[in-house]
């Protein structure tokens, strides 16, 4: 007796649903969706850490407050900028494999840049506001998303 599982009909369903793309398909898929740059997303980062950072000092008369959210944005925008460098650098990679292990080897990078930025933010920032820090941090995050929304949008093959 042979039982499939649930999610094995649906994995076959895929793969008969799939079809590869002529070049000449993936062309024009490619010029109808043209890439984001990565630059643009840090640039986007940037302009969103210093308008945090303008506001928390704005609502709260405090310059400490802004100087935290500005510190708490730097916390992902200089991780981003050393990943974006590092992801770009090297040209076309070997493989697919040489690929992801340099994605991942330096989003690694990027995460343990972003924790001990974290970790030093006592001793940088004067009369830290862990608050503004995590706003600071949260709303540049959240320019990723806004980069895809903002896109045109990814359109289906015909």
């Given at each position: 007796?042979?039982?499939?599982?649930?999610?094995?009909?649906?994995?076959?369903?895929?793969?008969?649903?799939f079809?590869?793309?002529?070049?000449?398909?993936?062309?024009?898929?490619?010029?109808?969706?043209?890439?984001?740059?990565?630059?643009r997303?840090?640039?986007g980062q940037?302009?969103?850490?210093?308008?945090?950072?303008?506001?928390?000092w704005?609502?709260?008369?405090?310059?400490?407050?802004g100087?935290?959210?500005?510190?708490?944005?730097?916390?992902v925008?200089?991780p981003?900028?050393?990943?974006?460098?590092?992801?770009?650098r090297?040209?076309?990679?070997?493989g697919a494999?040489?690929?992801?292990?340099?994605?991942?080897?330096?989003?690694?990078?990027?995460?343990?840049?972003c924790?001990?930025m974290?970790?030093?933010?006592?001793?940088?920032?004067?009369?830290?506001?862990?608050?503004?820090?995590?706003?600071g941090?949260?709303?540049?995050m959240?320019?990723?998303?806004?980069?895809?929304?903002?896109?045109?949008?990814?359109?289906?093959?015909?």
């Open positions: 007796m042979n039982k499939k599982a649930p999610w094995q009909d649906e994995l076959e369903a895929e793969e008969e649903d079809k590869p793309l002529t070049p000449e398909e993936a062309q024009a898929w490619r010029r109808r969706n043209p890439p984001v740059s990565v630059w997303i840090v640039a940037v302009a969103v850490g210093a308008l945090v950072a303008l506001l928390a704005g609502i709260s008369g405090q310059a400490r407050v100087w935290s959210a500005a510190y708490g944005a730097l916390c925008v200089v981003a900028v050393i990943f974006a460098r590092g992801v770009t090297g040209g076309l990679a070997a494999g040489a690929a992801m292990s340099r994605l991942f080897g330096w989003e690694l990078v990027k995460l343990v840049l924790i001990a974290m970790a030093a933010a006592p001793r940088l920032v004067r009369d830290l506001s862990w608050l503004a820090l995590l706003a941090m949260v709303a540049v959240k320019t990723y998303w806004i980069a895809l929304l903002v896109r045109s949008g990814v359109r289906k093959t015909v």
